[in-house]
């Protein structure tokens, strides 16, 4: 046996342990090797282990980023369900042309979906963002013989898909998860499809009680 080598420098001893760990060797063994080499006092058993812990690779975390894409969504419904999702391509923002065209593509829903209606007269109601109230939406609406219902400016609480039908669709998007656009499309298009006749009706009922305490307040907004 040799003799052993007193006093090494930290990073001689440590360079030993990593050739050790290199070959396997756990750590009592690796303790017991330097003790042979260095002497009994060059390392505790629980120091090796520490030692040989804090150099071990360590797995990579990574953290998953949320997804800034959006998508917007334009939803027109009834009492008695859906009439029309038209979703706009994503990086577009929608103005007075594609809103005029998703207009016309609800004017054909409505007369798919919904027969006599047309001719019986409908009443639209939209906010006042301003695709829905520039001089070109006003004259296709009147071409098409649609009456427009008064909506206040800044009152969500009056506009059913905010205080309604939106409140519902944000909180199960929130618990789900969607690898690309399509199935986005798809999954949004679905739960709308999922919802209840009854769901739609309520909404519109809610509309009453709300506009008529509007009125008493004489226009002003009443958060509901």
């Known amino acids: 046996m040799c003799a052993a080598i007193n006093n090494p420098?930290?990073?001689?001893?440590?360079?030993?342990?990593?050739?050790?760990?290199?070959r396997n060797n756990n750590a009592a063994e690796i303790h017991r090797q330097l003790c042979e080499v260095y002497g009994p006092n060059v390392m505790s058993e629980s120091k090796v282990r520490q030692w040989r812990h804090s150099s071990s690779p360590?797995?990579?975390?990574?953290?998953?980023?949320?997804?800034?894409?959006?998508?917007?969504?334009?939803?027109?419904?009834?009492?008695?369900?859906?009439?029309?999702?038209?979703?706009?391509?994503?990086?577009?923002?929608?103005?007075?042309d594609a809103?005029?065209?998703?207009?016309?593509?609800?004017?054909?829903?409505?007369?798919?979906?919904r027969h006599g209606m047309l001719s019986s007269g409908i009443v639209l109601l939209h906010d006042n963002a301003q695709?829905?109230?520039?001089?070109?939406?006003?004259?296709?609406?009147?071409?098409?013989?649609?009456?427009?219902?008064?909506?206040?400016?800044?009152?969500?609480?009056l506009a059913p898909s905010d205080y309604h039908l939106f409140m519902h669709l944000k909180k199960w998007?929130?618990?789900?998860?969607?690898?690309?656009?399509d199935r986005l499309k798809t999954g949004v298009t679905t739960w709308f499809k999922s919802l209840a006749a009854d769901s739609f009706d309520?909404?519109?009922r809610k509309l009453v009680p709300r506009y008529q305490?509007?009125?008493?307040?004489?226009g002003d907004y009443v958060e509901k």
């Open 58 to 96: 360590k797995a990579k975390k990574f953290k998953q980023a949320s997804s800034v894409r959006k998508i917007m969504a334009t939803v027109f419904w009834d009492r008695k369900g859906i009439l029309l999702i038209d979703f706009l391509e994503c990086g577009l923002t929608i103005n007075a």
């Open 9 to 22: 420098a930290s990073c001689e001893v440590h360079a030993v342990i990593r050739f050790l760990l290199a």
């Open 173 to 181: 998007l929130t618990s789900q998860s969607f690898e690309d656009d």
């Open 213 to 218: 305490k509007c009125v008493e307040v004489r």
């Open 131 to 157: 695709p829905h109230t520039t001089a070109r939406t006003a004259q296709l609406l009147q071409q098409f013989r649609w009456e427009v219902f008064d909506h206040p400016p800044y009152s969500p609480d």
């Open 99 to 113: 809103y005029c065209e998703t207009v016309t593509k609800l004017r054909q829903a409505i007369q798919n979906k």
């Open 202 to 204: 309520t909404g519109i």
